[in-house]
């Protein structure tokens, strides 16, 4: 049963906290607007303390939203607010990043292990497969997102374009255009870097 406190309107910015849960259950886009509006900065605020500003936590934030409203269909108005629903949702997202952080960490120490592994013995050759995993790394700190992520998700998630769309709710166009671009950017300034390197 419906209680007035549930019918009233949390204020000028639509109905109540329930109702909005119940609407972004039943898949109303503009329930997805609303919950933004209410809890992105509490969402944004978790994401900061685990990361600090920047744009781990923004990206975070997004992906909770996008996450939470393709994901719609386990979330259950009856069981609990929203806004808890959307704190689980966060905490999981926080948890991938940080495994995406270590992956990466170790990618970087054993290509720096390989390298310091070469032989001491006068200006040997530099590995190139060990350079470019190197450049590659450097490289992937300098894009922005969605690129970064979306190439993070092909080459170490080892998602399919298919999968990436589905995981970020970009479209499947929109994901291979990135793939493509960003493939190019790597690829050119690898070969910069790499002439360098190897001169």
């Known amino acids: 049963m419906t209680t007035e406190a549930e019918r009233a309107p949390a204020g000028a910015g639509g109905p109540d906290d329930a109702e909005v849960g ?30 600090g500003p920047g744009p781990d936590a923004e990206d975070v934030t997004q992906q909770v939203f996008v996450s939470a409203w393709t994901g719609r269909a386990g979330y259950r108005p009856e069981q609990g607010p929203l806004p808890a629903w959307l704190t689980g949702v966060c905490r999981h997202k926080i948890a991938d990043t940080w495994a995406r952080r270590d992956r990466q960490r170790r990618v970087t120490e054993a290509a720096v292990a390989e390298l310091n592994a070469a032989p001491a013995r006068g200006p040997a050759p530099v590995d190139s497969t060990v350079a470019d995993r190197v450049l590659l790394l450097g490289e992937l700190d300098r894009l922005g997102q969605p690129q970064r992520g979306i190439i993070e998700l092909a080459f170490f998630a080892d998602l399919t374009h298919t999968q990436i769309a589905e995981r ?16 190019e950017r790597l690829r050119d300034r690898l070969e910069v870097d790499g002439a360098a390197l190897h001169a």
């Open 22 to 51: 119940r609407r972004f259950a039943a898949g109303e886009e503009q329930a997805l607007a609303w919950a933004y509006e209410r809890w992105a900065a509490q969402v944004h605020g978790m994401a900061v303390r685990a990361f």
């Open 168 to 183: 970020t709710g970009l479209p499947l166009g929109t994901v291979k255009s990135h793939i493509r671009r960003t493939l």
